[in-house]
T-cell receptor, first 111, second 114 residues
Framework: KQEVTQIPAALSVPEGENLVLNCSFT??????LQWFRQDPGKGLTSLLL?????REQTSGRLNASLDKSSGRSTLYIAASQPGDSATYLC??????????FGKGNQVVVIP | DTAVSQTPKYLVTQMGNDKSIKCEQN?????MYWYKQDSKKFLKIMFS???????INETVPNRFSPKSPDKAHLNLHINSLELGDSAVYFC?????????????FGSGTQLSVL
């Protein structure tokens, strides 16, 4: 059974600092990995999707890397802004079309 | 225009009642899902439908019955509600199962069973 762990569970950074969020998974046989953002009382928004054959994806200030063999992904957010405050969830998809989610990294960017 | 919309946003009810949550997507997607997020914030899949057919049914009590009248709708009916059913329920959709699939989520229904 796939288990997804996200560390740290919560972090606060001053505005302008770079954010590094970590995700690890136990079964490397994945189809893809997605990073989502969840704001309080709202649904999830997909930020980046990395296919199992890819090493990284970039979108604006966001960069996500994937090391399938070691079961790790990292989400980098450059020059953080208060609007980046949210919970970031990592999810891996297996061959049975199931997504396994981590508990999330709760981020607060302090102005 | 909301891509994936679910109603109601909040649902407060007594134990033993029957309730339904509705979900609609206007993205033209083939696949829809129901996820449950418990108090510990874990998101777990409950059901998945592809073109109105059930393709994933996790170990969910049979008090939960999904219904997909057409590709754009996936409703969730819950019988004999229990305290442990209190959670946030999210509907989601995607174009088709696959490696490049992106999920689009609704804003959630917070269910409180008293």
């Amino acid at each position: 059974k796939q288990e997804v762990t996200q560390i740290p569970a919560a972090l606060s950074v001053p505005e302008g600092e770079n954010l590094v969020l970590n995700c690890s998974f136990t079964d490397s046989a994945i189809y893809n990995l997605q990073w989502f953002r969840q704001d309080p009382g709202k649904g999830l928004t997909s930020l980046l999707l990395i296919q199992s054959s890819q090493r990284e994806q970039t979108s604006g200030r966001l960069n996500a890397s994937l090391d399938k063999s070691s079961g790790r992904s990292t989400l980098y957010i450059a020059a953080s802004q208060p609007g980046d405050s949210a919970t970031y969830l990592c999810a891996v998809k297996d061959g049975n079309n199931r997504l396994a989610f981590g508990k999330g990294n709760q981020v607060v960017v302090i102005p | 225009d909301t891509a994936v919309s679910q109603t109601p946003k909040y649902l407060v009810t007594q134990m033993g009642n029957d309730k339904s949550i509705k979900c609609e997507q206007n993205l033209g997607h083939d696949t829809m899902y129901w996820y449950k997020q418990d108090s510990k914030k874990f998101l777990k899949i409950m059901f998945s439908y592809n073109n109105k057919e059930l393709i994933i049914n996790e170990t969910v009590p049979n008090r939960f019955s999904p219904k997909s009248p057409d590709k754009a709708h996936l409703n969730l009916h819950i019988n004999s509600l229990e305290l442990g059913d209190s959670a946030v329920y999210f509907c989601a959709s995607s174009q088709e199962p696959g490696a490049v699939e992106k999920l689009f989520f609704g804003s959630g229904t917070q269910l409180s069973v008293l």
